[in-house]
Nanobody, 116 residues
């Protein structure tokens, strides 16, 4: 079955950096457009970034543009999210999924907390 496992979250101070990883397995094609999403307490899940498999095209939500960088290593079946200049408002559970997402693919996510 398909598995998407996020890791790399943690507690950091404002201005610091984290790199998240999303390991994929099962039936997710390497050609799939992949994305990162996040959900803060009391808020709906929002899209953060996307990346194409072969076109090298990426896109970002306005709230993270210039601070976050999405990348992927298809040989390792892993998608990454480099997060720089983190802000308290970036605090959320971060998930990976396809673009558009499939309900069955949502995992547990990884918690990112930015606090002084």
């Amino acid at each position: 079955q398909v598995q998407l496992v996020e890791s790399g979250g943690g507690l950091v101070q404002p201005g610091e950096s984290l790199t998240l990883s999303c390991a994929t397995s099962g039936g997710v094609p390497s050609e799939s457009v992949m994305g990162w999403y996040r959900q803060a307490p009391g808020q709906s899940r929002e899209w953060v970034a996307l990346i194409h498999s072969e076109s090298k095209f990426t896109n970002y939500a306005d709230s993270v543009r210039g601070r976050f960088t999405i990348s992927r290593d298809n040989s390792k079946k892993t998608v990454y999210l480099q997060m720089d200049s983190l802000r308290p408002e970036d605090t959320a559970i971060y998930y990976c999924n396809t673009i558009p997402p499939r309900e069955a693919y949502w995992g547990q996510g990884t918690q990112v907390t930015v606090s002084s």
